[in-house]
């Protein structure tokens, strides 16, 4: 087997995962350096997009082969409409998305600098989510995998517990959110991938090795790994007890946006897949990676020959204990 052929998916029908979560339309801005305080400033570029945590996650799984389905929620609005288009018109079947009566849609101002890095102004309403659907073991019995994020709590619950029934993968991207949020939502996943600031603080530690060895010591039973940006990522090997770390795929970042939630839907979809998690890590790794090379948010989403392609010259080292993982 070559190296690229161990990322390749398995024969058969394309894998379907199904994402719970975040659908916004960003005006994204393309800018020279982040404010620091009040005046004007002149972006360079602009784009607009339907992304969001789950949104750009499911992207992610079309993009490298996957069927992937959304369950969301907009408002009876333009922006609603024009949200479920844009999702549709990339691959995503969103026939599962709830559209709420007097709500209005979700909408974020982001500026990116020229190095890669964002300022994100997100609102949120409320009403939205305040109706959740039943979720069934039958409804998510067709998936392969289920991926839920943390924008839309009491319908992520309902469908990570609908997962474990039916025995499927319940994946949670555990990012920051509200109090509580993530201690609710964990006791249901299978499967737990962490943001640096979430695992910090809820680890209550910026080493980041000693935050994975507690995140897994108060989540026994799931599989527990952070995301650290150019620090790589980190998991907890269940079968040996210890601590792994891969390190980050050297790049030049333009835009960080979405980086995360690419990660995640391409984890999401390699676990359906039934990839091995050494496999996983590398895949999830590097197309977070080429993503943050291209500006458009969610759209520097690679596809599987790219990713592929990249992994072939990629000789990264995992490093097996504590000892070893060095950060950047």
Not at 87 to 105: E, H, K, N, P, Q
Not at 142 to 166: C, E, H, I, M, Q
Request: net charge negative; glycine share 10%; charged share 20%.
């Amino acid at each position: 087997m070559t190296a690229s052929s161990a990322f390749e998916p398995p024969p058969g029908p394309a894998r379907r995962v199904l994402c719970v979560g975040a659908a916004v339309l960003d005006t994204l801005f393309r800018v020279r350096s982040l404010p620091t305080g009040q005046g004007k400033i002149l972006p360079y570029e602009m784009l607009q997009i339907a992304e969001g945590m789950a949104s750009s996650a499911a992207f992610a799984v079309a993009r490298l082969g996957g069927n992937a389905s959304l369950w969301g929620a907009v408002g009876d609005d333009a922006t609603g409409e024009r949200i479920i288009t844009d999702l549709a018109d990339s691959g995503i079947d969103t026939s599962g998305m709830t559209v709420v009566r007097g709500a209005r849609s979700a909408v974020s101002t982001i500026l990116i600098d020229d190095e890669g890095e964002r300022l994100i102004v997100p609102f949120y309403d409320a009403r939205l989510h305040d109706t959740v659907k039943p979720v069934t073991e039958q409804d998510v019995s067709t998936f392969d995998a289920v991926l839920v994020d943390v924008r839309w709590p009491k319908l992520a619950l309902a469908t990570l517990l609908a997962a474990r029934g039916a025995a499927k993968p319940a994946i949670l991207d555990g990012d920051v959110a509200g109090e509580g949020v993530i201690e609710m939502l964990a006791p249901a996943a299978s499967h737990i991938v962490f943001s640096q600031p979430a695992a910090e603080r809820l680890a209550g530690t910026t080493d980041l090795v000693e935050s994975v060895g507690r995140l897994k010591r108060k989540f026994e039973h799931a599989f527990i790994s952070v995301t650290a940006g150019e620090n790589g990522s980190l998991w907890f090997d269940d079968a040996s007890g210890d601590i792994r770390h891969l390190a980050a795929p050297k790049v030049r970042a333009i835009d960080t946006l979405a980086a995360g939630d690419i990660f995640h839907g391409v984890f999401a979809l390699a676990i359906a897949e039934g990839m091995p998690i050494g496999e996983t890590m590398r895949l999830s790794s590097m197309a977070a990676a080429l993503k943050c090379q291209v500006f458009g948010g969610r759209l520097g989403a690679p596809t599987r020959p790219e990713a592929c392609d990249a992994l072939r010259d990629w000789n990264v080292r995992v490093s097996q204990k504590a000892s070893d993982i060095k950060f950047r």
